[in-house]
């Protein structure tokens, strides 16, 4: 059984760029959720994707946007990357549960 | 908004001693999920929590659930150095789609 995948492992972008992070979720799972983790901090949600549609959303802006392929596959997109975005940014996977397997995360810093 | 409250933030103990992880709510959970991470890496999970009450032992590690589903504990008998990590409760509200709310977890910091 593959775990959750993400890719790429690290990323560094300036102010005002766009960013596109993407997550393979494990074998047999049809949910992908995304969060952000501040330095010392604790994961944030930032939203979920069930059959290829987002089906709720934590407090993060418009600019934070998503898809999820038929494959179950998910993509995360950022745009006008602000100082703050800078994070690890985690991709979740679960079959229509609240378990949810986590994949190692990518490493996005913003200059 | 729902909130959970971790404590302590840091902790730091000698191989072999006994502690105990609080993770405290206002608010009801259907689950909790305790993880732990290490530095750079994605949260793995440990064990989940449904029922008011229970408690859940995973070798030298004991969880338990509230009996009113509002605060979980974790206990770590007999310390070693391989559970250096940062542990992080979360709460699940059953509702679908607001996704896993975090703790800001727990530095522990097993001296040998």
């Known amino acids: 059984e593959t775990g959750v995948t993400q890719s790429p492992t690290h990323l560094i972008k300036t102010r005002g760029q766009q960013v596109t992070l993407r997550c393979s979720s494990q074998s047999g799972h049809n949910t992908v959720s995304w969060y952000q983790q501040a330095l010392g901090q604790g994961p944030q949600f930032i939203f979920q994707y069930y059959r290829e549609e987002e089906n709720g959303r934590g407090n993060f802006p418009p600019r934070f946007s998503g898809l999820q392929f038929p494959n179950y596959s998910s993509e995360l997109n950022v745009n006008a990357l602000e100082l703050d975005d800078s994070a690890l940014y985690l991709c979740?996977?679960?079959?229509?549960?609240?378990?949810?397997?986590f994949g190692p995360g990518t490493r996005l810093t913003v200059l | 908004t729902q909130l959970l409250e971790q404590s302590p933030q840091f902790l730091s103990i000698q191989e072999g001693e006994n502690l105990t992880v609080y993770c405290n709510s206002s608010?009801?959970?259907?689950?909790l999920q305790w993880y732990r991470q290490e530095p750079g890496e994605g949260p793995v999970l440990l064990v989940t929590v449904v029922t008011g009450g229970e408690v859940k032992k995973l070798k030298r590690l004991t969880f338990q659930f509230g009996d009113a589903r509002k605060d979980s504990s974790l206990h770590i008998t007999a310390a070693q150095p391989g559970d250096t990590g940062l542990y992080l409760c979360?709460?699940?509200?059953?509702?679908?789609?607001?996704?896993?709310?975090f703790g800001k977890g727990t530095h522990l910091i097993i001296q040998p």
């Open positions: 979360a709460g699940f509200s059953g509702g679908g789609a607001d996704g896993l709310t």
């Open positions: 979740a996977s679960s079959y229509s549960t609240d378990t949810q397997y």
């Open positions: 608010s009801v959970f259907s689950s």
